[in-house]
């Protein structure tokens, strides 16, 4: 059994993936962590405790992480430490957050995925496909979320266009960011040329799917060598 540590337990994520692993056999929650200051700090959820000392991070096999860029990062620097593998899902990082990131991965096997979802995993290779036969078509990316989150464009949405940009060599301009409602998570991309218009589009019902892509994660990553890998190297 995989034992694992949930930064971020009280969000909306973590406590989909708290819930979720009292029905996987594999896996164990040993300590759920939250920020400095947190009302639920010293409590017990679901049967796990809550707290804000990352050294506790210790007696976890990986660390899932969705919280925050800058808590990520402080996290990150932990598990290097402790050589522990973690399963990155936070998006909103700079460039510099990005190549802090890849300094640890020589350290430490980490999953990076903006994205843990396997349908929006499989729209990725879609994309990938799409472009290379529809080269001459313009592209629109369409990113829609609920009113909370804060960064935009979405961190699927700029995968969503690195993989455009990294085949058809054109830089996209064109991404539309919708916050409204609680609407979990909606991504289309629309090849338009005079003749016909060709849409991908994914839309996430629950949370769920993306806790389930970071179980499906954590007990991949555990067993590899240290290293960057994605959700496409997992599945």
């Not at 890849?102 to 290779?125: D, Q, T, W, Y």
């Not at 993306?210 to 890998?229: M, N, R």
Request: proline share 3%.
């Amino acid at each position: 059994m995989i034992k694992l540590a949930v930064s971020g337990a009280c969000g909306k994520m973590g406590s989909r993936i708290i819930s979720l692993a009292k029905r996987d056999k594999d896996v164990e929650i040993v300590i759920g962590l939250e920020r400095k200051g947190h009302p639920a700090i010293s409590s017990d959820i679901d049967g796990i405790r809550i707290s804000d000392d990352d050294d506790l991070i210790s007696q976890a096999d990986c660390l899932v992480e969705f919280t925050e860029s800058n808590a990520t990062l402080a996290h990150l620097n932990k598990c290097v430490s402790l050589k522990k593998p973690i399963v990155i899902g936070t998006t909103g990082f700079d460039e510099k957050g990005f190549k802090l990131i890849e300094e640890a991965s020589k350290h430490i096997p980490i999953l990076f995925s903006p994205n843990m979802s396997v349908g929006v995993n499989l729209l990725f290779k879609l994309v990938k496909e799409a472009v290379s036969i529809l080269k001459k078509y313009n592209v629109k990316i369409i990113e829609t979320h609920h009113v909370h989150k804060k960064d935009a464009p979405s961190g699927t949405a700029k995968k969503i266009a690195q993989i455009i940009e990294s085949v058809n060599d054109r830089k996209v301009k064109d991404i539309e960011s919708i916050r409204k409602g609680e609407i979990v998570g909606e991504h289309e991309i629309i090849f338009d040329s005079e003749l016909d218009t060709v849409v991908l589009k994914h839309s996430a019902k629950t949370r769920d799917i993306f806790a389930t892509g970071a179980l499906l994660a954590a007990k991949w990553i555990v067993s590899q060598k240290p290293g960057l890998y994605s959700m496409e190297d997992c599945l």
